[in-house]
C-alpha cells in the first residue's frame, strides 16, 4: 500500500532526533516526519547508512553516529543535533535490536544484548532530550516498543522482556513529565518488512523446522488485517503522535499491528 499522508501544520519547522534511523522502520519515520516540514537528525550506529539515509530523505535531515547503549555516545550525539539544525522538539527512540533462542538455551550475553540496546537505548535517549525539552518547557518523546511489549513472543523471551520494560518506562516518564509540558507515547509495531524481520525469519524457520515462506505465511495468518505491515504503517503513527492531533495522548503503547493484538 502507499504511505498515508495526513498533514499535521504544527510539525513543520520542528527538529527531530531519530535513532536506529539508517534503515527499516526508523527509517520510514524519519521519511514521514520530512514529508511534514521536520529536518532530521538519522542517529545510527552505521554511520554510512545513516549518511546514505540523510542522502535519500532530503529535506535538510543530517546523518550522525550513535551507539545508543553508551551514555557518552548518546550525548554527543544529541548535541551534534542540537548544534547542526540549531535546536530539537522531537525524540524518536527506535533503535533496537532482536535475536532468536529458545529461553532455555538464552546466554547472558544475549540478555545483555538485546536489554543494552533496547531498554538502556530508549532510557539514555530520552533522559538526554528530556532534559533538554524541559528547559523549553516543551517536547515530544515517541519509543518504538513491540507486539513483545504486550504478550510475551516465544524464542524472544529476552527480547519481550526488554521491551515491555520500554513500556514501564515509558508510563512512568510520561507520569513524571506531564507536567513539564512533555508527551510520552510508544508504538507497538507487529510483524514488519524490515532487515530484522527478514533475520528472525531465518531463526525462526530452523528454530521451527519449517522454511522462510511458511513462518512469513504463518504470520499473516495471524493478523486479521491479512498482510505483512510496512515501515510506513508504523510511521504515520509514529509522526501522528508526534504532532498536536496526539496532544491530550501520553503514557500510550499504541499497538500498530493489524489486529494481530487487541
Ligand atoms: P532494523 O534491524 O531493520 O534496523 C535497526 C536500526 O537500528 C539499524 O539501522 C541499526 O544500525 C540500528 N541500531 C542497532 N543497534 C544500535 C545502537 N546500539 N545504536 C544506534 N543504532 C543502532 O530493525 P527494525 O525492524 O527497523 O526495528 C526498529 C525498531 O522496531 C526496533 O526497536 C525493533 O525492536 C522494533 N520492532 C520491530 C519489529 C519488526 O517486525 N521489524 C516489530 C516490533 C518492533
Not at 527538529?15 to 539508517?22: L, Q
Not at 547503549?69 to 550525539?77: C, D, F, G, L, W
Request: glycine letters at 10%.
Amino acid at each position: 500500500p502507499q504511505p498515508v499522508v495526513p498533514t499535521y501544520p504544527d510539525l513543520a519547522g520542528k527538529r527531530a532526533f531519530v535513532t536506529g534511523a539508517a534503515v527499516g522502520i526508523g527509517r520510514a519515520i524519519a521519511e514521514a516526519l520530512t514529508r511534514q516540514g521536520v529536518r532530521v537528525a538519522i542517529a545510527d550506529l552505521n554511520r554510512e547508512a545513516a549518511e546514505e539515509a540523510a542522502g535519500s530523505v532530503g529535506g535538510g535531515a543530517i546523518a550522525i553516529a550513535v551507539d545508543v547503549r553508551k551514555r557518552a555516545s548518546v550525548e554527543t550525539a544529541f548535541a551534534e543535533a542540537l548544534e547542526a539544525l540549531g535546536g530539537c522538539e522531537i525524540a524518536v527512540a527506535n533503535a533496537g535490536v532482536s535475536t532468536m533462542n529458545p529461553a532455555l538455551d538464552l546466554t547472558d550475553e544475549e540478555w545483555d544484548f538485546n536489554f543494552d540496546v533496547n531498554t538502556r537505548g530508549v532510557f539514555l535517549t530520552n533522559q538526554i532530550a528530556a532534559r533538554h525539552f524541559v528547559k523549553n518547557g516543551s517536547g515530544v518523546i515517541v519509543n518504538t516498543a513491540s507486539l513483545a511489549a504486550k504478550v510475551g513472543a516465544p524464542l524472544l523471551a529476552h527480547y519481550s522482556a526488554s521491551k515491555f520494560a520500554v513500556l514501564g518506562w515509558t508510563q512512568a516518564l510520561a507520569r513524571e513529565l506531564a507536567p513539564k509540558g512533555i508527551r510520552v507515547n510508544a508504538v507497538c509495531p507487529g510483524f514488519v518488512k524490515t532487515s530484522m524481520q527478514a533475520r528472525e525469519v531465518e531463526w525462526e524457520a530452523t528454530l521451527r523446522g519449517m522454511t522462510a515462506e511458511g513462518v512469513l505465511a504463518d504470520y499473516v495468518a495471524q493478523t486479521p488485517l491479512g498482510r505483512i505491515e510496512t515501515p510506513e504503517d508504523v510511521a504515520s503513527v509514529a509522526v501522528f503522535l508526534c504532532s498536536d492531533g496526539a496532544r491530550f495522548m501520553t503514557g500510550q503503547g499504541i499497538n500498530v499491528t493489524g489486529g494481530v493484538y487487541m
